[in-house]
C-alpha cells in the first residue's frame, strides 16, 4: 500500500487557516461580539470545602449596567457529569451548574452578566458568600483515610476500582530471579492551551439556545446542556469557533451551563471566559499519581511478572475519572512481552481542582513508572539499557497481528539510537569518567566542573480511537458545488492539530483535486453529521478512515454521473488531475460539466454521505533519547540533544506529524523538570499565574530531530496511526532517565526542578 | 475628560472616556474591535497581546492606553502591506509555524521587532527574542525556523 505514489499523502500542507491566523483574522470565540451581548463573570469558591449558605447580591445588583445573576438557588440544579460523551453514557453524575456546596477552592457559585466586561467583574466582587466550612482532604491519602469526610452521596471517595490481568501474576513473581518494587508519584499539571476557556451562549425568544463554545465536544456538549435545561435537543445549538488550543481541557462541558443560565434569564447573548488564572483552578488538570510497580525479571533481562497499582487524584467532581484510570490500563500491556501483568487502578476524590482529560490521558503517568523503572532495574543489576528494551519489547513477529497489528517501538529505538550517536555518546561519558576519574586537574580547574552530563531514553506508547471501550463513530457529509469543488461537513473541531488539514487532503488525493478545492464545516451539531468528540488520538485512526470512505463515497458518484454522461460503463473511467472524469475511450468532463449534466438532465444533487464506526484497536510508539547537563551547583538541567521516533504507520500530513510532535516534547519537558501546580493548606493553588507556573519558553527547548518509521499495516487510512497524544509520552522518564544517569540517583518523583534535585541530595546522603 | 487619539496601523483613532487604569490591550479588543492581539494570561506573561509601540514590542495587557498618545502602534493587523503577507507571515504559514494560531500574532510582533534591529540572527538569538511569548502546540521548533528564513527572505529583497 505504501508503495503507491501520492500527490498529497505524505507531503507537508500547512494548517488550512494559516494565513487568517498570521493576519489576526481568524475569530476564536473570545473574539465574536454579538449584537447585545453581555458578558459575565463568575464568582468561585476560595474554600476547599464548605456549604453556601446564603449569596449576598444586594451589593452587586445596585451597580448600573448589571443584568442577571445566576445562582445556585435560581438556576438549574440537575447534576451531571461533564465529561459525558453521548447519551446514553453511563457514569456517575456529581457536578451542578452552581455548587451549593463547594467542593474545591475555584468551584462555581454564581455568575452576574453585565454590559460590559468592567462592570460585570465589579458585579462579582461586590457579591458576599456566607459559607460554613467543612473538613477538607487534599490529598489522596487524608481522602482515603478512615472516616474522612465524603466529598458526594453517590460515590465514595475511592472510587470503584478497575482491574485488568492477564496471566498468572503470582506464579510469574515466585519463578522471577528478582523482583523490584518501587513506588512512583506524578505531578498535577494544566494542559495550558494559550486560549482560555470561553463560551458564548445566545438564547433566543423560539426557546433555542445556541452556544459558540471552545470546546473538543460538541455533540457531547449538546446532549449536557439538553439534559441540565431540559431542552429538546432541537433547540440546543453548539457551535466550535476556531480553537486556540486545547490538549483535553476542552472536552467538558465548563463554561456552556453558567453561561446559557444567563442567557435564558436575560434573553441576550452572554460571552463568558475565563482569566489565566481560572482557566488554571476551574478548568481541568493532568490528573496527578501514585503508581506502585512490582517487577519480576530473570537474570537473562527476560521480565517474567509486572503489577501496577495505581491512585489518580481526580479531584472534586467525577469527571472522566474511570475513563483515565480506564485507559491508562490498557497503555500497560502493549510496549513489551510480559506474560503476566496486572493492573488495578482507581480514581480518588479531594478538594482540589477537578481532573480530566490531558494529552496522553494516563499514559505520561504508566509509562514514567514503567520507563523509570526499567532505567533503575538496568542499573541496579548492572545490565544494559538498551539490551533489556530489546530482549522485551514487541516486534511484528510477537504479537497478534489480528489485536495488535504491526508494532515497531523497537525499530523507534532502533533508529533513535543511530540518530542520537547512543553509542558514541555513551563512550564519550566512560572515557571521560576513567581518564578524570574524579581528581584531574583540568577537570578540577575547567570553570564548567560542576557540570555533569547524562544520556536517558524512554519509550512511549498511546492508542487509537476509543474501540474496546465504546462506540467509535463519526458521520460526514461531502457536498459538490455547482463549479466542482467540495465543501466537507465535518464534526470533527481542529484544535490546531491539522485535523481538518487531513481530512481535506485525504479527500482532494483521492477526488484527483487540490486541498484548496476544498472547504470545511466544522462541528456545528444543527449542521455536521455526529461525530464523538476530538480526543482519545482519533483524528487520523478514526476520522481519516471515515474520510477515505466519504471520498469513495463521492468517487463513485462522480463516475456513475459520468458514465451516464458519456454513455459508457464505469470500468472505463476514471478520475485525473485535477477534477476530471476520462474515459478509456478519450472522452473527459470536468466535475463542474458533470455537476451541470447532474443537475439539469437528473435534477439530483452530487451529495456523499458515510457512517464510519472503528473497529480495531492499535497502538502508536515513539522513542525519545535526551543528553542533559546538569549544574550540580544551581541544579540546573540544560538540555543538550533531543531524538524523537514516531511509529505512525504512514505520515498523512509530514509537517503536522512534526509540529505535533515537537509540541509534545515541550509539553513533557515542562512534566519532566518545571511545571507543576501547588497548593497550599487550604488548597489554595500557589503558582496560579504564568509567571510562577512554570512553562517551557522558547530558549529552553534544545535542538531537536524527528524521524518516523513508516511501516503501516494499521486499518487506519493508507496504514496511518495517531501522533498527538503519544508525541508527549515518552519525554519525561526520557529527561529524568537522562538526569538519573547524570547525578546517579534514583528518581522516583516529578518534576527535577531545584528543589527535586536538592530533595534527591538529602534523601541520597 | 479629553478623548484620547491613538495611532494604531497609521490611522488614528478618537477614543472617548478612557479610564487612567485602562489597558491598550481593553481599548483595542472591546473598543476598537482589533481583535487580533489575543488575550492569553493578563500578566505580561504569556505575549499573545504584543504589539509594537514605536518599534518596540510590549504586552498590551500591561500597557495603559492614555501613555501610548503620540506613539506608533503597529498589531499583527497593521503587519501586511494591502493584503500582501509580510515575509514572517508568509513563513509562519509555509513552514509549518501555525497551529492553534493564538500565540502566532504576539510571536510575529516579537520577530518583527527582532528583525527591525537584528537582520540576521542566530537561532539563539531568535529563541531569547521569544522568551515572553509562551507557546503550548509548536514546541516553538517552526516558529524559529520561520523566523529564520523570514530574515534570509528579507535579506534577499533587501539586495534586489
Given at each position: 500500500m505504501n508503495n503507491k505514489e501520492w500527490r498529497l499523502i505524505g507531503s507537508g500542507v500547512p494548517i488550512f487557516d494559516a494565513k487568517n491566523k498570521v493576519t489576526g483574522k481568524t475569530r476564536y470565540t473570545g473574539d465574536i461580539k454579538l449584537p447585545h451581548m453581555l458578558y459575565g463573570k463568575l464568582v468561585l469558591s476560595d474554600k476547599a470545602h464548605a456549604r453556601v449558605l446564603s449569596i449576598d447580591t444586594s451589593e452587586a445588583e445596585k451597580l448600573e449596567g448589571v443584568r442577571a445573576i445566576a445562582t445556585p438557588f435560581n438556576t438549574s440544579s440537575k447534576k451531571y457529569n461533564s465529561a459525558l460523551r453521548f447519551v446514553d453514557h453511563d457514569i456517575p453524575k456529581t457536578e451542578t451548574i452552581f455548587s451549593q456546596t463547594v467542593r474545591f477552592v475555584g468551584d462555581r457559585i454564581c455568575a452576574v452578566a453585565a454590559v460590559d466586561q468592567k462592570t460585570a467583574d465589579k458585579a462579582a466582587k461586590l457579591i458576599r458568600v456566607e459559607y460554613e466550612e467543612l473538613p477538607a482532604v487534599l490529598s489522596i491519602e487524608e481522602a482515603m483515610a478512615e472516616g474522612a469526610i465524603q466529598l458526594h452521596d453517590n460515590v465514595s471517595n475511592h472510587l470503584n476500582e478497575i482491574k485488568v490481568s492477564v496471566g498468572d501474576v503470582e506464579k510469574g513473581f515466585r519463578e522471577a530471579d528478582f523482583i523490584f518494587e518501587d513506588e512512583y508519584e506524578t505531578p498535577i499539571v494544566s494542559p495550558m492551551a494559550m486560549e482560555n476557556h470561553v463560551s458564548i451562549a445566545d438564547f433566543d425568544d423560539e426557546g433555542k439556545l445556541t452556544v459558540y463554545s471552545s470546546t473538543q465536544n460538541s455533540f457531547a456538549i449538546r446532549n449536557i446542556l439538553s439534559d441540565v435545561f431540559d431542552l429538546p435537543q432541537s433547540k440546543v445549538r453548539v457551535i466550535k469557533p476556531t480553537l486556540g488550543g486545547a490538549f483535553g481541557s476542552k472536552i467538558p462541558a465548563v463554561l456552556e451551563g453558567p453561561a446559557a443560565a444567563l442567557s435564558m434569564m436575560t434573553r441576550q447573548p452572554v460571552m463568558l471566559n475565563f482569566t489565566r488564572k481560572e482557566t488554571l483552578v476551574a478548568s481541568r488538570t493532568r490528573h496527578g499519581a501514585k503508581i506502585r510497580l512490582k517487577t519480576g525479571i530473570n537474570k537473562d533481562g527476560t521480565i517474567v511478572a509486572q503489577a501496577y497499582d495505581v491512585l489518580t487524584n481526580t479531584g472534586a467532581y467525577v469527571g472522566s475519572a474511570y475513563n483515565v484510570v480506564g485507559a491508562m490500563s490498557h497503555k500497560v500491556f502493549k510496549s513489551y512481552r510480559i506474560p503476566n501483568i496486572s493492573y488495578t487502578g482507581a480514581a480518588v476524590l479531594t478538594n482540589l481542582p477537578i481532573a480530566g482529560a490531558m494529552r496522553g490521558y494516563g499514559s505520561p503517568q504508566a509509562i514514567f513508572a514503567q520507563q523509570r523503572q526499567l532505567h533503575a532495574i538496568a542499573k541496579r543489576l548492572d545490565m544494559d539499557i538498551v539490551t533489556l528494551q530489546r530482549k522485551n519489547l514487541v516486534t511484528p513477529e510477537t504479537v497478534d497481528p489480528v489485536k495488535m497489528g504491526s508494532p515497531r517501538p523497537l525499530d523507534c529505538m532502533e533508529r533513535g539510537m543511530e540518530l542520537f550517536g547512543w553509542e558514541d555518546k555513551l563512550k564519550w561519558k566512560e572515557n571521560k569518567n576513567t581518564i578524570n576519574n574524579g581528581t584531574d586537574k583540568q577537570e578540577q580547574t575547567d570553570s564548567r566542573r560542576n557540570v555533569k552530563r547524562g544520556v536517558g531514553f524512554a519509550i512511549g506508547c498511546h492508542g487509537n480511537g476509543v474501540y474496546g471501550a465504546h462506540r467509535d463513530f463519526i458521520g460526514l457529509r461531502l457536498k459538490m458545488n455547482d463549479d466542482g469543488t467540495f465543501v466537507l461537513e465535518t464534526g470533527t473541531h481542529d484544535m490546531g492539530n491539522s485535523l481538518i488539514t487531513s481530512q481535506m487532503m485525504i479527500v482532494a488525493e483521492e477526488l484527483q483535486a487540490q486541498v484548496n478545492d476544498i472547504s470545511a464545516v466544522e462541528a456545528d451539531t444543527d449542521l455536521t453529521p455526529w461525530n464523538l468528540g476530538d480526543y482519545s488520538s482519533r483524528g487520523i485512526f478514526v476520522t481519516g478512515s471515515a474520510c477515505l470512505k466519504l471520498a469513495y463515497a463521492m468517487k463513485d458518484l462522480i463516475i456513475e454521473m459520468a458514465s451516464a454522461m458519456f454513455q459508457e460503463p464505469v470500468e472505463n473511467l476514471s478520475l485525473v488531475p485535477y477534477r476530471k472524469v476520462r474515459s478509456t475511450l478519450g472522452k473527459e468532463a470536468s466535475f463542474q460539466e458533470i455537476f451541470v449534466y447532474a443537475q439539469r438532465e437528473h435534477e439530483t444533487d452530487m451529495l456523499a454521505q458515510v457512517s464510519f464506526g472503528s473497529l480495531a484497536a492499535r497502538t502508536s510508539f515513539g522513542a525519545h533519547f535526551v543528553q542533559v547537563e546538569v549544574d550540580t551547583q544551581t541544579k540546573e538541567v540544560h538540555l543538550l540533544d533531543y531524538v524523537a521516533v514516531h511509529d505512525v504507520g504512514k505520515a498523512i500530513n509530514r509537517m503536522s506529524l512534526e509540529g505535533q510532535l515537537e509540541g509534545g516534547i515541550q509539553m513533557g519537558l515542562g512534566y519532566a523538570l518545571s511545571e507543576q501546580m501547588t497548593f497550599d493548606d487550604?488548597?489554595?493553588?500557589?503558582?496560579?499565574?504564568l509567571k510562577k507556573y512554570k512553562m517551557f519558553t522558547a530558549s529552553m527547548m534544545p535542538e531537536i530531530k524527528i524521524d518516523f518509521v513508516e511501516e503501516g499495516d494499521s486499518p487506519g487510512p493508507y496504514g496511518g496511526k495517531s501522533i498527538g497524544e503519544c508525541a508527549t509520552v515518552p519525554v519525561a522518564p526520557a529527561v529524568v532517565n537522562a538526569v538519573a544517569d547524570a547525578l546517579g540517583y534514583d528518581f522516583h518523583t516529578m518534576p527535577i526542578d531545584v528543589e527535586g534535585i536538592k530533595l534527591m541530595e538529602t534523601l541520597e546522603s | 475628560m479629553e478623548p484620547l487619539i491613538l495611532n494604531i496601523n497609521h490611522r488614528n483613532y478618537q477614543i472617548f472616556q478612557v479610564e487612567k487604569n485602562e489597558t491598550l490591550l481593553s481599548v483595542l479588543r472591546y473598543r476598537l474591535d482589533i481583535t487580533g492581539p489575543k488575550e492569553g494570561c493578563s500578566t505580561g506573561d504569556c505575549g499573545a497581546c504584543k504589539v509594537l509601540l514605536d518599534g518596540v514590542a510590549v504586552n498590551a495587557c500591561t500597557t495603559l492606553a492614555h501613555r501610548c498618545a503620540g506613539k506608533t502602534i503597529i498589531t499583527i493587523e497593521g503587519i501586511a502591506d494591502a493584503g500582501n503577507l509580510h515575509p514572517l507571515q508568509t513563513a509562519f504559514v509555509e513552514k509549518g509555524a501555525v497551529q492553534c494560531g493564538f500565540c502566532t500574532p504576539g510571536m510575529i510582533i516579537s520577530a518583527k521587532a527582532l528583525l527591525d534591529v537584528n537582520p540576521k540572527p542566530s537561532r539563539d538569538e531568535i529563541r531569547k527574542a521569544l522568551d515572553n511569548n509562551l507557546c503550548r502546540?509548536?514546541?516553538?521548533v517552526k516558529i524559529v525556523d520561520a523566523i529564520e528564513e523570514a530574515a534570509e527572505m528579507m535579506r534577499k529583497d533587501d539586495h534586489e
Open positions: 487550604q488548597g489554595r493553588l500557589i503558582n496560579n499565574n | 502546540c509548536t514546541g516553538y
